[in-house]
């Protein structure tokens, strides 16, 4: 049996569960794509002051708006404003 590495505790909060960080879902992408990503991470970050997205939050955040779009019947999802 596989043992799932848990985060260690920090400032005594209590430790996450596993239920709690979900499932793992890995992928590989191109390193085009990645760059991608960690773009899109910035331009959230630079529209939300003090907020840190990490390429794998931008990545859920796309998934998340792509399956939304899907599920919809739309032919594509959102646009990203573009950050002035």
Do not use: C, I, W, Y
Request: hydrophobic share 35%; glycine share 4%.
């Amino acid at each position: 049996m596989k043992t799932v590495r848990r985060p260690k505790p920090k400032n005594n909060r209590k430790p996450v569960s596993t239920a709690e960080l979900g499932a793992r879902v890995a992928f590989r992408v191109s390193e085009e794509m990645r760059s991608r990503l960690e773009q899109h991470a910035r331009r959230v970050m630079l529209r939300s002051p003090g907020l840190h997205v990490s390429r794998s939050d931008a990545a859920r955040m796309l998934l998340a708006d792509a399956l939304e779009h899907a599920e919809k019947g739309t032919r594509e999802p959102a646009a990203v404003p573009p950050v002035p």
